[in-house]
């Protein structure tokens, strides 16, 4: 069976893909529920979905750049040969959680790569959906790191503390409290197209 006439899936590819309900996995309910009510089939929703998180993605992977680029650099000056161990500490630690932020948030190419035309949209959209919002972890210990290194060795140690402490709290509650609070209040949901129906009429 040639490749165009599974619609250009892989070879052996064939019959419906498989999707689980369930916590940490594909919902494929959820998936059926907004695309009626967005007048959309499925793949089109996984379609918008993956395309909605690979631009979040590469929002993320800038500002993880430039981190990673200032820290490197970091290393080849010469004050750098004057920290002490605390601020090589928290410099390795800013290294790190940038890497690994690099990692992750790169890991979804890889996957979508891995998964090419296998019938397994849903499945690259759930893992993205978990490995970006690691990636965003990561980032916020990568951001705070490096704003403590940095103001330690501007001001001080106190100071680099409290502005280190500063950013951790702010990116906590703007990247995580907040949307998860206006989550479970239900806060600007959309109506459901049938409900605007049954008002009109």
């Known amino acids: 069976m040639s490749t165009a006439a599974l619609g250009g899936y892989l070879c052996g590819v064939g019959g419906k893909p498989l999707a689980h309900t369930g916590v940490g996995r594909y919902d494929a309910a959820a998936a059926q529920q907004t695309a009626r009510s967005r007048g959309e089939s499925v793949q089109q929703v996984l379609d918008r979905n993956l395309a909605e998180l690979l631009q979040e993605v590469r929002v993320a992977i800038t500002g993880v750049q430039v981190l990673f680029a200032f820290l490197l650099a970091l290393a080849f000056t010469q ?21 690994l932020a690099t990692l992750v948030l790169i890991a979804p190419v890889s996957f979508h790569r891995l ?8 499945a690259l959209v759930a893992v993205a959906d978990r490995l970006l919002l690691i990636g965003l972890g990561l980032l916020v210990v990568a951001i705070t790191s490096s704003v403590l290194l940095i103001l330690d060795v501007a001001l001080g140690l106190w ?15 703007t990247w995580y409290v907040l949307p998860v609070w206006v989550r479970r209040e239900g806060l600007g949901v959309a109506p459901d197209p049938d409900e605007d129906d049954d008002q009109q009429g």
Do not use: W
Not at 160 to 173: C, D, K, R, S, T
């Open 79 to 99: 004050r750098f040969r004057e920290l002490d161990a605390f601020k090589l500490t928290v410099y390795t630690v800013a290294v790190l959680a940038t890497a």
């Open 115 to 122: 998964v090419f035309r296998r019938r397994q949209k849903a």
């Open 159 to 173: 100071q680099g503390l409290v502005g280190g402490g500063f950013i951790a709290l702010a990116g906590l509650l």
